[in-house]
Nanobody, 126 residues
Protein backbone atom coordinates (compact mmCIF):
# COMPACT_ATOMS: atom_id res chain seq x y z
CA UNK A 1 0.00 0.00 0.00
CA UNK A 2 1.36 3.37 -1.01
CA UNK A 3 1.43 6.21 1.46
CA UNK A 4 2.72 9.73 1.04
CA UNK A 5 3.14 11.74 4.22
CA UNK A 6 3.76 15.46 4.17
CA UNK A 7 5.36 17.44 6.97
CA UNK A 8 6.91 20.84 7.55
CA UNK A 9 3.87 23.07 7.24
CA UNK A 10 3.15 25.80 9.73
CA UNK A 11 2.54 29.49 10.26
CA UNK A 12 5.08 32.08 9.21
CA UNK A 13 5.19 35.78 8.56
CA UNK A 14 5.48 37.19 5.09
CA UNK A 15 9.01 36.94 3.81
CA UNK A 16 9.72 33.82 5.82
CA UNK A 17 10.69 30.33 4.69
CA UNK A 18 9.47 26.80 5.14
CA UNK A 19 10.59 23.44 3.83
CA UNK A 20 7.96 20.83 3.18
CA UNK A 21 8.85 17.16 3.07
CA UNK A 22 7.02 14.23 1.55
CA UNK A 23 8.07 10.77 2.65
CA UNK A 24 6.89 7.81 0.61
CA UNK A 25 6.27 4.28 1.72
CA UNK A 26 5.27 1.48 -0.61
CA UNK A 27 6.45 3.64 -3.51
CA UNK A 28 9.88 4.49 -4.79
CA UNK A 29 10.72 7.72 -6.52
CA UNK A 30 12.23 6.35 -9.70
CA UNK A 31 13.75 7.79 -12.81
CA UNK A 32 10.41 7.43 -14.57
CA UNK A 33 8.30 8.91 -11.79
CA UNK A 34 6.58 12.22 -11.67
CA UNK A 35 6.56 13.89 -8.28
CA UNK A 36 5.24 17.21 -7.25
CA UNK A 37 3.43 19.59 -5.00
CA UNK A 38 -0.03 21.03 -5.38
CA UNK A 39 -1.88 23.47 -3.18
CA UNK A 40 -5.45 24.39 -2.53
CA UNK A 41 -6.67 27.54 -0.86
CA UNK A 42 -10.21 27.81 0.53
CA UNK A 43 -12.71 28.28 -2.25
CA UNK A 44 -10.14 27.71 -4.97
CA UNK A 45 -9.17 24.88 -7.28
CA UNK A 46 -6.21 22.71 -6.45
CA UNK A 47 -3.27 23.94 -8.50
CA UNK A 48 0.12 22.57 -9.37
CA UNK A 49 2.97 24.40 -7.67
CA UNK A 50 6.09 22.46 -8.61
CA UNK A 51 6.44 19.17 -10.45
CA UNK A 52 9.48 17.17 -11.47
CA UNK A 53 9.28 15.07 -14.60
CA UNK A 54 11.59 12.25 -15.67
CA UNK A 55 14.76 12.75 -17.64
CA UNK A 56 15.42 16.04 -19.37
CA UNK A 57 11.80 17.19 -19.23
CA UNK A 58 11.79 20.61 -17.57
CA UNK A 59 10.54 20.97 -14.04
CA UNK A 60 7.27 22.84 -13.81
CA UNK A 61 6.85 25.81 -11.50
CA UNK A 62 3.73 27.89 -11.28
CA UNK A 63 4.42 31.47 -12.35
CA UNK A 64 3.41 32.69 -8.92
CA UNK A 65 6.23 30.75 -7.20
CA UNK A 66 9.06 30.92 -9.73
CA UNK A 67 12.25 32.11 -8.13
CA UNK A 68 10.88 31.50 -4.63
CA UNK A 69 10.10 27.76 -4.46
CA UNK A 70 12.38 24.85 -5.29
CA UNK A 71 11.46 21.19 -5.56
CA UNK A 72 14.08 18.56 -4.89
CA UNK A 73 14.25 14.90 -3.97
CA UNK A 74 16.54 12.60 -2.06
CA UNK A 75 16.17 9.16 -3.58
CA UNK A 76 18.30 7.57 -0.88
CA UNK A 77 15.70 8.64 1.69
CA UNK A 78 12.73 8.42 -0.66
CA UNK A 79 11.73 11.97 0.22
CA UNK A 80 10.66 14.92 -1.91
CA UNK A 81 11.07 18.47 -0.65
CA UNK A 82 9.58 21.84 -1.42
CA UNK A 83 11.76 24.69 -0.23
CA UNK A 84 9.69 27.84 0.01
CA UNK A 85 11.19 31.26 0.59
CA UNK A 86 9.92 34.80 0.30
CA UNK A 87 6.52 33.55 1.40
CA UNK A 88 3.50 35.74 0.75
CA UNK A 89 0.01 35.73 2.28
CA UNK A 90 -1.32 34.45 -1.04
CA UNK A 91 0.77 31.29 -0.57
CA UNK A 92 -1.55 30.33 2.28
CA UNK A 93 -3.08 26.96 1.39
CA UNK A 94 -3.11 23.26 2.08
CA UNK A 95 -0.13 21.75 0.31
CA UNK A 96 -0.31 18.25 -1.11
CA UNK A 97 2.40 15.92 -2.29
CA UNK A 98 1.65 13.76 -5.32
CA UNK A 99 3.45 11.05 -7.23
CA UNK A 100 2.80 8.73 -10.12
CA UNK A 101 3.65 7.57 -13.59
CA UNK A 102 1.75 9.91 -15.85
CA UNK A 103 3.27 11.96 -18.61
CA UNK A 104 4.28 15.60 -18.37
CA UNK A 105 1.84 18.44 -18.82
CA UNK A 106 2.09 22.15 -18.36
CA UNK A 107 0.32 23.00 -16.14
CA UNK A 108 0.30 19.65 -14.35
CA UNK A 109 -2.90 17.63 -14.48
CA UNK A 110 -4.13 15.97 -11.33
CA UNK A 111 -5.31 12.83 -13.09
CA UNK A 112 -1.74 11.99 -14.09
CA UNK A 113 -0.80 11.43 -10.47
CA UNK A 114 -1.60 8.07 -8.90
CA UNK A 115 -0.92 8.84 -5.27
CA UNK A 116 -1.63 11.77 -2.97
CA UNK A 117 -0.73 12.75 0.56
CA UNK A 118 -3.19 14.10 3.10
CA UNK A 119 -1.79 17.60 2.98
CA UNK A 120 0.02 20.00 5.27
CA UNK A 121 -1.23 23.50 6.03
CA UNK A 122 0.86 26.56 5.27
CA UNK A 123 -0.32 29.89 6.64
CA UNK A 124 1.47 33.14 5.84
CA UNK A 125 0.54 36.26 7.75
CA UNK A 126 1.21 39.80 6.61
Amino acid sequence: QVELVESGGGSVQAGGSLRLSCAASGYTYRYNSIVGWFRQAPGKEREGVAVRYPGPTPTYYADSVKGRFTISQDNSKNVVYLQMSGLKPEDTAMYYCAAGYGGPSYPPRRERFNYWGQGTQVTVSS
